[in-house]
């Protein structure tokens, strides 16, 4: 059975952290780009930061450069984001997906995330003010 579980969310004040887990199972993780996107409330869903497990490549969305880092860990098939100077902006269900291909999906309109291969259920941020 594919899983991609988030863990970490939490609510913090704005200028704090907070890092977001992914454990992924039931798939060849080095064999597809995974990363993180989120939706805020009333707002459509948005990439944010994905990374391809084989050959290490990142995208990040131009809101969140400079101050979110994802990272992998192929040997426990783990994907983190690092989350630093967090803004009331930066609040939302943050979701774990996968795709097959490449991080491309991740800097596409959102009628293209009907096409990833796997999501995860997420994880409320909440940075308050």
């Known amino acids: 059975e594919v899983q991609l579980v988030e863990s970490g969310g939490g609510l913090v004040q704005a200028g704090g952290s907070l890092r977001l887990s992914c454990a992924a199972s039931g798939f060849t993780f080095d064999d597809y780009a995974i990363g993180w996107f989120r939706q805020a409330p009333g707002k459509e869903r948005e990439g944010v930061s994905c990374?391809?497990?084989?050959?290490?490549?990142?995208y990040y969305a131009d809101s969140v450069k400079g101050r979110f880092t994802i990272s992998s860990d192929n040997a426990k098939n783990m994907v983190y984001l690092q989350m630093n100077s967090l803004k009331p902006e930066d609040t939302a269900v943050y979701y774990c997906a996968a795709d097959s291909v490449s991080c491309t999906s991740w800097s596409l309109p959102p009628h293209y995330y009907s096409y990833m291969d796997y999501w995860g259920k997420g994880t409320l941020v909440t940075v308050s003010s």
């Open positions: 990374i391809s497990s084989s050959d290490g490549s990142t």
